[in-house]
T-cell receptor, first 114, second 115 residues
Framework: DGGITQSPKYLFRKEGQNVTLSCEQN?????MYWYRQDPGQGLRLIYY???????QKGDIAEGYSVSREKKESFPLTVTSAQKNPTAFYLC?????????????FGPGTRLTVL | AQSVAQPEDQVNVAEGNPLTVKCTYS??????LFWYVQYPNRGLQFLLK??????LVKGSYGFEAEFNKSQTSFHLKKPSALVSDSALYFC?????????????FGSGTRLQVQP
């Protein structure tokens, strides 16, 4: 997991609350990604960013928002509009924009809605 | 569209025996293929990738994978399994023709190596 940190490790949210998950990388990577992992479904892309101040929706962006004000940071906000937010959230980054670059993952944040 | 299928939810193998974790893909163009491993409550760790060239790719921890274009497969293999190999394994693909730089992942295969 080296180079990418996510916090907190565990997060509990009451219904109706917005929460923000932190993702920081010191790898000097241009691209950053957020995935959601649910049992038996693999990883699904929420948002991604190829460059500072730019980001695009992934496959399941509804109920989530992001910002990319700094190269090293890509926070994810889970809003009250997300109907089923309980999941394991993974942040990743990759160098450049080449299709052959592997992604490096953080250790994840487990979000539970109470 | 690009997709990946991992047909086995779980693979059981005895320590010391060879292991195979299956992956098939569907893309429009030439695929870039990846294998990752995940230990409990951890992020994913990169194992290996196929970009072009030799169909047999060697990666970390003694793993290798064979790219087979005619069968659209990229199976992960290891000659001799270790108990410590027990984990969740993900296959992923990128198809440059889609313009999508994010990886598309399979649903994962849990590998259980018995002592």
């Amino acid at each position: 997991d080296g180079g990418i940190t996510q916090s907190p490790k565990y997060l509990f949210r009451k219904e109706g609350q917005n929460v923000t998950l932190s993702c920081e990388q010191n790898l000097n990577h241009d691209a950053m990604y957020w995935y959601r992992q649910d049992p038996g479904q693999g990883l699904r892309l929420i948002y991604y960013s190829q460059i500072v101040n730019d980001f695009q929706k992934g496959d399941i962006a509804e109920g989530y928002s992001v910002s990319r004000e700094k190269k090293e940071s890509f926070p994810l906000t889970v809003t009250s509009a997300q109907k089923n937010p309980t999941a394991f959230y993974l942040c990743a980054s990759s160098t450049g924009t080449g299709y052959y670059n592997e992604q490096f993952f953080g250790p994840g944040t487990r979000l539970t809605v109470l | 569209a690009q997709s990946v299928a991992q047909p086995e939810d779980q693979v059981n193998v005895a320590e010391g025996n060879p292991l195979t974790v299956k992956c098939t893909y569907s893309v429009s163009g030439n695929p870039y293929l990846f294998w990752y491993v995940q230990y409990p409550n951890r992020g994913l760790q990169f194992l290996l990738k196929y970009i072009t060239g030799d169909n047999l790719v060697k990666g970390s921890y003694g793993f290798e994978a064979e790219f087979n274009k005619s069968q659209t497969s990229f199976h992960l293999k290891k000659p001799s399994a270790l108990v410590s190999d027990s984990a969740l394994y993900f296959c992923a693909v990128r198809d440059p023709l889609t313009g999508r730089r994010a990886l598309t992942f399979g649903s994962g295969t849990r590998l259980q190596v018995q002592p």
